[in-house]
Structure formats: structure tokens, C-alpha cells
């Protein structure tokens, strides 16, 4: 009799743990139905502040959902939440090692908050993954920021190899605009940057006079070159 005591007891124990389990998940599934239908009605009325907030509690529910991720990341970002941004992506690159986005946005996330040496590292996973010309530009010019000039020498010169005549980037102005410069002139402006912080002024010259070379109404190049012929 005791075994058949024990043995219904299993029984209803084993049936209870089976309806919390039914009871967790349908609770789950209602929480996330909720929490999407209010990011729907945040993205609706543009408030970002509730988007946020509705895409933490997704991914509280589901940590794996990477659409939140990126979702959250890029928010974050946008409004300049720079150290949240950095620690989606982090979160991001745990569960999804090597996605690009993820890549991206710690990268981006790392400059804005002026760690460069941190930026540098995960700008060069991104360009390893990607082989971008604009990864490996802005590699190099960080690469000079932190004043690892030899390094980023290596990567201008690969990047010649590539680059053709007509191709361009988009570089940003004193006033916080941006300008399309050819990018063989974007190389060899960098290139008198290094040389004006290595103390090389007439090769600066020469850099920046290419440059102009290239698109004549480069600002960035014009500004350098102006200081150095008034110095």
C-alpha cells in the first residue's frame, strides 16, 4: 500500500509540475504578445523612451531574440546612450559571436565614448568579417587618433590597392555636416595628418596639396594646409 501511496503522489506531483510548466508558458507568451503590442503602439506615437523600455522587457523574456538586440542597440545609439549601446552589443556578441551588426554598433559605441584602443579592436573584427574599405578607413584614422601610426601607414597602403579613381567617402565638415571627397584625396590627407603630428611639415604640405589635387574644395585638407602655411 505505501508503494501505491508514493507512486500516486509521483503521479500528482508530476501532473501539478506539468500545469506550472503549462501555466510559465502561457504566462510567458501573453508577457511577450504584451510587450510587443507596446512597442508597436511606441513606434506608433515615436516615443523612444517606452520603445526602450518595451524591448528590455523582450528581451527579458526571450534573451536570445537578436531583432530585439539589434532594436535596443541601435536605439541606445541613436540617442546617444553610447555606454548602453556598447553593452547591447557586448550582449549581443556573447550570444551571436562574430555578428557584424553587433560588431558595428560596440565599434561605433567604443569611439563615441573616446575608448579608441577598444574601438580599434572591434572595428578590426569588423573589417576581417567584412573587408570594407570604409571599416578600414576608419580603423586607420583612429589608428592615428591613438597615434599607432605605423599601423594605420599599413592599412592606407592596402587600401590603395584597391581603390579606384571614381571611388568616394563621405567625410565630416567643421560645422557638423558632411562632404563627399574622392578617397584616394581621404588617404592622402590622412596621410598629412601623421606627417603634422610626426613633426613633418613640407611632407604634410605635400600630402594635403595631393589631396587638393583630388577635390579642390576638400575642407579638412584646406583648414590643415592653411594652419601649416600660417605656422
Known amino acids: 500500500m505505501k508503494k501505491i501511496k508514493f507512486l500516486v503522489l509521483a503521479i500528482t506531483l508530476m501532473f501539478g509540475s506539468q500545469m506550472m510548466m503549462?501555466?510559465?508558458?502561457?504566462?510567458?507568451?501573453?508577457?511577450?504578445?504584451?510587450?510587443?503590442?507596446?512597442?508597436?503602439?511606441?513606434?506608433?506615437?515615436?516615443?523612444?523612451?517606452?520603445?526602450?523600455?518595451?524591448?528590455?522587457?523582450?528581451?527579458?523574456?526571450?534573451?536570445r531574440d537578436s531583432a530585439a538586440m539589434r532594436m535596443l542597440g541601435e536605439l541606445y545609439y541613436n540617442t546617444r546612450q553610447y555606454s548602453s549601446s556598447t553593452l547591447v552589443g557586448l550582449d549581443f556578441l556573447q550570444k551571436y559571436d562574430g555578428n557584424e551588426l553587433a560588431l558595428e554598433i560596440v565599434a561605433l559605441s567604443y569611439e563615441n565614448l573616446r575608448?579608441?584602443?577598444?574601438?580599434?579592436?572591434?572595428?578590426?573584427?569588423?573589417?576581417?568579417?567584412?573587408?570594407?574599405?570604409?571599416?578600414?578607413?576608419?580603423?586607420?584614422?583612429?589608428?592615428?587618433?591613438?597615434?599607432?601610426?605605423?599601423?594605420?601607414?599599413?592599412?592606407?597602403?592596402?587600401?590603395?590597392?584597391?581603390?579606384k579613381d571614381e571611388d568616394s567617402i563621405?567625410?565630416?565638415?567643421?560645422d557638423g555636416s558632411t562632404q563627399l571627397v574622392s578617397f584616394k584625396a581621404a588617404v592622402h590627407n590622412l596621410r598629412g595628418l601623421m606627417a603634422v603630428e610626426q613633426g613633418k611639415s613640407e611632407e604634410a604640405k605635400g600630402h594635403f596639396n595631393k589631396a587638393l589635387a583630388l577635390t579642390p574644395d576638400f575642407e579638412l585638407a584646406k583648414n590643415s594646409l592653411d594652419a601649416l602655411n600660417k605656422g
Request: hydrophobic letters at 45%; zero cysteines.
Open 22 to 63: 503549462a501555466q510559465d508558458s502561457t504566462y510567458i507568451s501573453n508577457e511577450y504578445a504584451k510587450a510587443i503590442a507596446l512597442l508597436r503602439k511606441a513606434e506608433q506615437y515615436n516615443d523612444v523612451i517606452i520603445q526602450k523600455q518595451a524591448l528590455v522587457d523582450i528581451l527579458v523574456l526571450n534573451p
Open 115 to 163: 575608448l579608441y584602443e577598444k574601438a580599434v579592436e572591434y572595428y578590426e573584427k569588423l573589417w576581417l568579417k567584412t573587408e570594407d574599405i570604409n571599416v578600414q578607413y576608419q580603423m586607420a584614422y583612429l589608428q592615428y587618433s591613438i597615434q599607432r601610426f605605423a599601423e594605420a601607414e599599413v592599412n592606407l597602403l592596402m587600401m590603395e590597392t584597391k581603390l
Open 170 to 174: 563621405e567625410l565630416s565638415k567643421s
